[in-house]
């Protein structure tokens, strides 16, 4: 199995559907999951149906992974003071041939584009704007990056 690094660029969202009364108030937030890692972005506070992040994450992945394994989730997310967050919508992103490229390659990179986003009952509310880059590495690499991606370097003890 060898590693290497997904560096995902959430950028913004377009024309989200509220799921308050007063949709244009609404704080979205995305979850990234990969696998069993999870990201959360920033808090857009007041930016409604129209936010935009600007926001850099890194995941760890490992190749090859089946076809199954290989999606990520983004899950838009809408941030209540008093009450459990709601949830606006999901896009699916399926990576393996991006990764697979960046194997192949040295790296691999995907300008930000637009996702649908849809509900639990899969109709269309939205659109989230992505963009990813792939770099495999080395295991001497992954062991130098361990404390960057929340390693045990990390650990206040």
């Known amino acids: 199995m060898v590693n290497g690094i997904l560096e995902v660029l959430l950028v913004d969202a377009r024309g989200l559907e509220g799921t308050d009364f007063l949709a244009g108030r609404m704080d979205p937030y995305v979850l990234i999951q990969y696998k069993s890692q999870e990201r959360k972005s920033s808090v857009r506070r007041g930016e409604g149906s129209n936010p935009v992040w600007n926001e850099k994450f890194t995941i760890r992945v490992e190749y090859p992974v089946a076809d199954d394994q290989c999606k990520l989730f983004l899950r838009i997310m809408d941030k209540d003071t008093f009450s459990a967050d709601d949830f606006v919508g999901e896009a699916t992103i399926h990576l393996k ?13 995907l300008h930000p584009r637009k996702y649908s986003v849809v509900k639990t009952d899969q109709t269309y509310c939205g659109e989230i704007r992505v963009g ?5 590495l080395a295991e001497r690499e992954m062991d130098l ?9 990390q650990s206040s003890f």
């Open 97 to 109: 041939d991006l990764i697979a490229l960046g194997f192949e390659n040295g790296g691999a990179e």
């Open 145 to 153: 990056n361990e404390e960057e991606l929340g390693g045990w370097r």
């Open 132 to 136: 990813f880059t792939f770099t495999p």
